[in-house]
């Protein structure tokens, strides 16, 4: 687990650090080595070792000046909140929505007919999702303005076919707006000196709320998903205090580069209490965390606030890139196999057949006897069992987590869910990885090169779980992380 001072000085891009003096400098390094350089000495990191222990590294430098000023949002509700949107304004947006499509799809026709083309039929069906997307996206200033047009006898002269099929989109259009309608969305805006995000949450009644974060580009830019690891610890604490951080290593960064909309999620049912255990289990889980908590709960939550995300005017959803690390691996492959909207994938540590495979290959790395490795297996083999019998249970816990947490989890591949993806995949594991063995990383490897697919896989020798070697600071890994961004940006 990694912690980050969130006090405006990102750690590729700036240094965290304690006051010197009662006085902060600030310090802002931008490209490269000097980047690089910086990120190597440290300034007060934490590193999780993956086996529950933390470890503080060393601060070699003291430097920083909390020079952003946090502006939070008014109480959603106010009636100072200029982004709360009455009811009555999304009636009447999806209503316009709905009664330009209809016109839209009538001219697509139109010029069907008139031009009689087969390739005009592909063209045609180009735009009718175009459109779907824009309805979607529910600009009110866009419909009214085809409102505007002259729609004349030509229009309706249109077959009868097509005149279904646009009342069918139609209705399409009608049923998913309504669906969106039913959330109540609350965005909160956090500004910072260089950079800024919203903390938006959707909140339907049925269901527990989504919530998730997203960095302004400078302008349309493609979508960037960060899927954090295990454990209920949320993505950004203190938010609104001057003792606010990020736990996901280079999230800030990047979002400070402003050249991507930068995305987290809370897990479902996040509590904003302490965890009261170790960071990357479940134990000490404040509130109703761990009796939600599965992959399928997990996804779902993903899923909603992904598709929300891609209808937001700053992003482009032609490019979407999804960064899983560790837990948030398989379900990176799993968002990338429910949705073709996810163009490339980046795995950290990542396991390619069922997570039960990776206690079995840990205990054939191991150092131990045959005798002592068959007696670790059928202890693996009881454990599981127990789980298999009990498979829903959130009281009964296997190393750090319920057993519903791992029942669910272990019916998946990443390997079968890539299968299933069109997505492009990079692979980066440490060679000396404790929790997944990079033997696991291999075997997803080897089927998503035999299956043709577009897979790059970095080995790196010496690292664990957090691509450095151990006992080192975390920073030191931004050289991979800036490998898979120059990847991500050669499509």
Known sequence: MFFQPLDGLAHARFIGAKPLGGQRKAACLRHGDERRDVLQRGAGDFLHDGSGGDKRSQSATQVGQDVIEQHQAPE??????????????????????????????FLCSRVEQQQGSQDDQRQRVRIRNSLLRNTLRLPTEYHLAYMKYTIDKRFFESSAQ????????????????????????????????????????????????????????????????????????????????????????????????????????????????PQQGNPGSAVGCAGDFNRHFSYDTWLATLKQAVRHALLRPEVDARRVLVIGMSEGAPM??????????????????????????????????SNGSDEDKLKQLQELDRTYGAIAADPTSTSKFAW???YLRW?????????????????????????????VPILSTEVLYAQLRTQGRDVTFRRIPLAGHQLVPAGRPVPEAQPEYDAFMAWFERR
């Open 162 to 273: 097509d005149a279904c099929a646009s009342v069918l989109l139609a209705c399409a259009v009608l049923w998913g707006a309504a669906s969106t309608a039913t959330a109540a969305v609350r965005e909160e805006q956090f500004d910072f000196k260089t950079f800024s995000f919203a903390r938006i949450t959707l909140q339907d009644s049925d269901s527990a709320p989504v919530r998730y974060y997203l960095s302004k580009p400078a302008q349309k830019a493609p979508l960037v998903l960060y899927i954090q690891g295990s454990g209920c610890v949320a993505p950004f604490f203190g938010l609104g205090t001057p003792n606010r951080y990020s736990n996901i290593y280079s999230w800030i960064p990047l979002a400070a580069e402003k050249r991507y909309a930068v995305m987290a999620v809370e897990k479902p049912f996040q509590s904003e209490e």
């Open 400 to 402: 750090g987590h319920p």
């Open 407 to 435: 029942s669910s989890f272990f019916a998946q591949s990443t390997a079968e869910n890539l299968a299933h993806s069109k997505a492009r995949v990079y692979l980066a594991s440490g060679m000396q990885d404790d929790s």
């Open 76 to 105: 959603y509700g106010a009636a100072n909140d200029p982004r709360v949107i009455g009811r009555s304004e999304v009636i009447v947006a999806i209503a316009t929505g709905i009664v330009a499509t209809g016109v839209d799809f």
């Open 332 to 365: 990176a492959a799993g968002l990338a196999r429910e949705l073709a909207e996810v163009t490339d994938v980046v795995l950290i540590a990542a396991n390619g057949p069922t997570q039960l495979y990776d206690f079995a290959a840990n205990i054939y790395r």
